[in-house]
């Protein structure tokens, strides 16, 4: 084992570094990203056009608030700006509440296919991650609670959740704040919640102003196509939001960042397009996989978990490769626990059409 001239606090070098989804295939000098949920249609246009016309300001400091940028959010969503901490995307934030509300011990419960960075963060602080089983890969509220102990201090749900693509209903999560300690911190991460078309979804903000303990996670990442400019923003009680502007950075939050931002959330025509775009194929996928041997958890966000066979000639993994030389790019699981399946982004019309033709001739493979 290395030794490390200043050794970290138990439990670090442990950690294996995340490791986000591949953007090249060698040999191969065109390639079809879906392996980490980004954009179908690209860069948000509104976006492009107010950073190339904000360039020759880049020697100014940016501001170290995000007022615009908040304001922005809160105008579109309804919420007040005050309680509103935008960060360096909400991996950010993540690492910010860790920080805030974690010592050396204590427990932070997540559930079983959950983001790997909540895991990382805890640990880097010193805490201890409790691991709960899902239930046909949803999160099991009840398996929560029953987790909870004296030590436990913050709990993660993503909702979507992430590779699963499945939800809960905000009818649910709030019978379960009712019954969660006041002095636990429930953080939602609603990545995806911008693609989510269904009636009983909520993505926190109603929770957050009926329990102060409770957080909610957004990302410019996804809907909005701004995933290199690491964008993201939190939602708390005061208390909570004033917390975390004591400990994050002054100018965490660059200003092509809050620039792009600030377009982005006034670009509602290709929100919308985005959104119908992957409805589309939200409605198709399941029909379109099962015709070729196919099956899919039901997702409501912009990708989808195909299962193949346990045979070892049509496996996952076998998948994956074939996708490849195709040039097409997918992402396996298995660091989830999911040797089985395959995540896939939802991409443009040709891109789908691509991926659909090449697992159809996978499956057709003698």
Not at 102 to 130: H, K, N, W
Not at 195 to 213: C, K, S, T
Not at 260 to 266: E, N, P, S, T
Request: hydrophobic share 40%; proline share 5%; with cysteine.
């Amino acid at each position: 084992m290395k030794n490390y001239p200043v050794p970290a606090h138990s439990g670090v070098l442990s950690l294996m570094p995340y490791v986000g989804g591949a953007s090249s295939v060698k040999g191969k000098k065109r390639v079809i990203k879906l392996s980490s949920n980004e954009c179908a249609f690209g860069t948000n246009p509104a976006a492009i056009e107010a950073c190339r016309n904000y360039a020759e300001k880049l020697f100014r400091y940016p501001d170290g608030g995000s007022k615009a940028l908040r304001q922005a959010i809160a105008d579109v969503h309804g919420l007040s700006a005050d309680r509103i901490v935008c960060g360096d995307g909400s991996d950010e934030l993540i690492g910010l509440l860790c920080h805030a509300y974690l010592g050396t011990r204590d427990e932070v419960i997540v559930t079983q296919y959950a983001f790997s960075m909540y895991r990382l963060y805890a640990i880097g602080c010193g805490a201890l991650p409790v691991t709960v089983p899902e239930k046909d890969f949803k999160v099991d509220l009840n398996a929560l609670l029953k987790a909870v102990n004296p030590r436990t201090k913050m709990i993660f749900i993503a909702n979507p959740g992430n590779p699963t693509g499945t939800y809960l209903p905000l009818s649910e999560l709030r019978t379960f704040c009712r019954k969660l300690p006041e002095n636990i911190l429930m953080v939602i991460d609603a990545a995806y919640a911008e693609f989510v078309d269904r009636d009983d979804y909520g993505a926190g903000a109603e929770l957050v102003d009926e329990f102060p303990n409770v957080v909610m996670l957004r990302t410019f990442s996804k809907i909005y196509g701004l995933g290199g400019v690491r964008l993201g923003w939190s939602y708390a009680s005061k208390e909570i939001t004033d917390v975390l502007n004591r400990i994050r950075g002054p100018f965490n939050v660059n200003a092509l960042a809050q620039i792009a931002g600030v377009a982005a959330l006034k670009n509602r025509d290709f929100v919308k397009k985005v959104f119908e775009h992957n409805r589309k194929w939200l409605n198709r996928l399941p029909d379109e996989l099962a015709a070729i041997g196919l099956k899919m958890t039901p997702s409501v966000t912009n990708f989808v978990l195909v299962h193949f066979p346990e045979d070892t000639e049509k496996s996952a993994e076998k998948a994956d490769l074939f996708l490849q030389s195709r040039g097409l790019i997918v992402r396996r699981v298995l660091s989830y626990g999911l040797p089985d399946a395959l995540r896939m982004t939802i991409g443009n019309d040709e891109e789908m059409a691509e991926l659909l033709s090449a697992l159809k001739d996978f499956m057709a493979a003698g």
